[in-house]
């Protein structure tokens, strides 16, 4: 038993990645998760008409919110969509009524906080309402967040699928047999991409029909859409998995990538409302695949928007398909013996 101790060590301690990835892939996500979960500076932008009695204007501004006073007649739903304001408060006999664009978890509390705060000033008993342009406030926490679940979980299955399938074909000798041979790069790459792609295909159509027709999940928009949402999305994860196996040694060193591959992206995926996050760490939703895909999923499921309003997030996902092939073509290099 000793002896098998010792080996273990041994064979950690030879192997820098796993070692690094033990002590810095924790804290990595530890760190990510303090910044993107602690407390956020996010400052709401509440809008009011002119009727409000100063008293309750008085003990609003003392909380953490941003007051903007609206002229009669304006769009509300227009200045929530376009981010101008976060909601809009209207008050009646009985109590306040919210409007808001969404059923963002932290925005919705913040300006739920400060309301409550500033109702105890003149009516604590009153009544508060909230209601959504996007989303039912009585929906479930699967509804609500039902274009994530997809878009993560489709990713990580895949992204394991080509990732752990690529790493046997290197163990066996499979590839470098194949490289032996007069093909090119570019077309092992497209080969492996397009086979793996197949099943992609497949469980990106299972998943959407089954959400839909069995869990009854909302899809305001087109089905169809999100299923083109979900192939391109799946077929990012494809090539992202080869790359990484390319790099990688075993089928463990391919899990060990989760934490930095897949992790961050969930965070970044629409879970946290990016223009809440401190030190414009929103931006690093640009480099990652699934945040295009989540957010047009986001747009289709909810919104109901066609491919003329979400054709952006299409276009980068291929992007990312078209830039990780080329990266992958050029890593493959290093197999071709002759």
Known sequence: MNGLIIRIIKQMLNDRRSIALIILAPILILTLMYLLLGDSSYEPKIGIDEGFPPTFLSALEEEDVSIIVLPEGEDINAKLENNEIDAMITMDAQGLTIRMLEADGIKVTKVTDALKSAMTTINPGASMGITFIYGDSKASMFDNLGYILLGVI???????????????????????????????????????????????????????????????????????????????????????????????????????????????????????????LPYHLGMLSYIMPVYYGCSALYDVMLKGYGIAQIWDYLVALLIFIIVLSVINTFALKKYRKM
């Open 154 to 276: 489709s990713f990580f299955f895949v992204f394991l699928l080509s990732g752990v399938s690529f790493i046997r074909e290197r163990t066996t000798g499979t590839l470098e047999r194949l490289m032996l041979t007069p093909i090119r790069r570019y077309e092992v790459v497209s080969g492996y991409t397009l086979g793996f792609g197949i099943f992609a295909v497949i469980q990106s159509i299972a998943v959407v029909l089954y959400c839909q027709y069995v869990l009854h999940m909302q899809f305001t928009g087109s089905v169809l859409l999100c299923i083109l949402i979900m192939i391109l999305l799946a077929f990012t994860a494809v090539s992202t998995g080869t790359l990484i196996s390319i790099f990688a040694n075993n089928e463990f060193q391919v899990v060990q990538f989760i934490p930095i591959i897949i992790i961050p992206q969930i965070f970044f995926s629409g879970l946290i409302p990016l223009d809440t």
